[in-house]
């Protein structure tokens, strides 16, 4: 018999706060224990998903890094493809990049120039929601394959930085808020 999904909670008590890294005053959220748990794992994947079915969308992007881990998850569970947004200069082919505002600086991610076809349905996916730069580029790059975002999943959501604000023109879900 397979056992229940988890709940959000019982998720959010697997998180472990790492104080200070990678740098002082950084509350880092280190999601490894959930994913070393097959039932908090595969619970996460089942909640990332909610209430999307095989078929309802063509494609799921993930944010490097963590991003990748539970978006190709979610991909083989919605029968979907997989397609990674990178940090700049790590995709092989041809791509378009996008500028995002890093605390100290600017990022740029990129996407290849063919991984989404015009019109295809985007679940877009990373572990964790703070300022909202990061998936607003993604969010960016994938319009401009111009492709459609059905939904933005993240696994957490550090409310208290408001980058649901930045990402208002999508439906936003996080299954566990700080
Ligand atoms: P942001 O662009 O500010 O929304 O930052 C989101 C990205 O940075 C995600 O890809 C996260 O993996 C990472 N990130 C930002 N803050 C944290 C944190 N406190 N703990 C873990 N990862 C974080």
């Known amino acids: ?66 991003g990748f881990i539970f978006a190709a998850a979610v991909a083989i569970k919605l029968q979907a493809g997989f397609v990674p947004v990178r940090k700049k200069g790590k995709l092989p082919f041809r791509t378009h990049e996008q500028e995002y505002d890093l605390e100290y600086g600017k990022g740029i991610v990129a996407v290849h120039v063919d991984a989404l076809k015009p019109g295809s349905r985007v679940l877009l996916v990373d572990d964790l929601l703070a300022t909202g730069g990061t998936a607003m580029a993604a969010a960016a790059l994938v319009q401009r394959l111009g492709a459609r975002i059905l939904e933005i999943s993240f696994l957490i959501e550090l409310g208290f930085l408001h980058g649901r604000e930045k990402l208002k023109d999508f439906p936003v879900k996080s299954l566990v808020v700080y």
Do not use: Y
């Not at 697997?14 to 595969?42: C, E, M, S, Y």
């Open 1 to 66: 018999m397979t056992q229940p999904c988890p709940t959000p909670s019982e998720i959010e008590r697997a998180i472990r706060t790492i104080p200070d890294f990678p740098k002082p005053g950084i509350q880092f959220k280190d999601i490894t224990p959930v994913l070393a748990n097959a039932r908090l794992f595969a619970g996460s994947i089942e909640l990332l998903a909610g209430g999307l079915k095989p078929g309802m969308v063509d494609a799921v992007v993930g944010i490097d890094a963590r």
